[in-house]
């Protein structure tokens, strides 16, 4: 096996090993012993483990349908899309952030952006996000904070949101199972994932330290950085969990208490923005770098292209011998055009690693929910037009 070869399995064996939640899932047979992550399984188990009690009591209780409560159960779709959707796509979400994790991981490497003399730089980076994943104290903090977020939201019984956990003015069991249970697991979800994601910025903030081998010149724009773009791809699943329980909560409002969807433009806006700052924040890291490689390079390319012009004038213009007709003549440069085409790429890249359509990949899944609640009230041709002349 080849050093490189070695190196992506030594990558690959930390990427795959278990954090600590998914050690005690594993413990608790919720998780295959050996080998995979169980995710449909995990999925399905924490969608009925957060639904089937309050939807079981609701419907003994008469008040899981419209004929038996004035607002039931099931037309709470914040309630419903919280339990069987966001949190399984939470869970869900974990095999696309581990395949993308250990494919940029190795990227690194196979593209040569870390040179063989910083590997054993890399690597350590790589040991330490490993112990961070894996120590049991941030987690611990994920829970107590998870904690704080409920106590300092607790659930109001008066909020028309949980009319259909009342009992004579108080809440009933399935109030109580989704106010302390249902909902503190899926903020518990969510707060784990905020931590992956400062985990992943850790990891970035490391690597853009090292001396990278940039390529001004690479057609991705990005001097070879192109593929850290699967980095908000693989938290599609996490946005669209956000969203979705976001966007159930205003299509109840919208449906039985006659909210404008106008009045909710702002907050679309101000959910996207949040996301965009929290995901794309570890992509930022690596912008110093790549500014100052396309500075450097535009010097370099500039003089290169700027003395290959003047020989060319020189001996084809004025017909006059060259003093160094190398550089005329070497194969790895060519024609003008050729050199122009160098200099024109380097004045083309980018300074952070993701483009348009990249950026539509992060707002897409945050929006789609959103698209539905607003077409309760706005004509979904109208809506798409406005949105295909923002995104041109």
């Not at 309630?79 to 581990?98: D, Q």
């Not at 985990?199 to 903030?205: D, K, P």
């Not at 995901?279 to 770098?289: A, N």
């Not at 003549?329 to 050199?339: Q, S, T």
Request: proline content about 6%; some cysteine; hydrophobic content about 55%.
């Amino acid at each position: 096996m080849s050093s490189f070869g070695r190196l992506d399995a030594d990558v690959e064996q930390l990427l795959n090993a278990d954090d600590w939640p998914l050690r005690w899932q594993r413990k608790l047979r919720l998780a295959p012993r050996v080998g995979g992550m169980g995710l449909k399984r995990r999925a399905l188990f924490f969608a009925l483990f957060a639904w089937l009690p309050l939807g079981a009591w609701a419907l003994l209780r008469g008040h899981a349908l419209p004929d038996g409560a004035s607002e039931p159960l099931l037309f709470h779709f914040g309630v419903n899309m919280r339990c069987l959707f966001a949190i399984p796509l939470l869970v869900l979400a974990e095999g696309m952030a581990l395949k993308a994790t250990v494919d940029i991981a190795t990227l690194f490497v196979r593209n040569r952006i870390v040179q063989p003399h910083q590997h054993a730089a890399f690597m350590d980076l790589m040991h330490q996000a490993a112990r961070r994943r894996d120590a049991s104290l941030p987690w611990i903090m994920v829970g107590t904070l998870s904690l704080v977020w409920i106590m300092a939201d607790p659930v109001d019984a008066d909020a028309h949101g949980m009319s259909w956990a009342l009992e004579q003015g108080q809440l009933g069991f399935g109030g109580w199972w989704f106010a302390y249970v249902a909902r503190p697991l899926y903020i518990a979800l969510l707060v784990g994932w905020l931590w992956r994601i400062l985990l992943a910025f850790r990891f970035f903030l490391g690597i853009s330290r090292l001396e990278l081998s940039l390529v001004p010149t690479h057609p991705d724009g990005v001097a070879g950085l192109g593929f850290l773009e699967y980095y908000p791809r693989a938290y599609a699943l996490v946005g669209l969990s956000i969203s979705s329980v976001i966007a159930a909560g205003w299509a109840h409002d919208v449906v039985y208490h006659a909210q404008d969807v106008h009045a909710l433009f702002k907050f679309v806006g101000a959910l996207i923005v949040a996301w965009l700052i929290v995901l794309l924040l570890p992509l930022m890291v690596f912008c110093p770098q790549l500014i100052a490689a396309k500075r450097r390079a535009k010097e370099e390319y500039g003089r290169l292209v700027g003395e290959h012009g003047r020989l060319v004038r020189e001996r084809w213009i004025r017909n006059t011998p060259v003093a160094d007709p190398e550089l005329l003549d070497a194969p790895g440069i060519g024609p003008v055009a050729d050199a122009n085409a160098m200099y024109s790429a380097v004045t083309a890249m980018r300074a952070f690693p993701l483009d348009k359509a990249g950026l539509v990949s992060v707002v897409l899944p945050v929006m789609l929910p959103m698209i539905v609640v607003f077409a309760l009230q706005i004509p979904l041709k109208d809506m798409l037009l406005k949105l295909l002349k923002a995104l041109a």
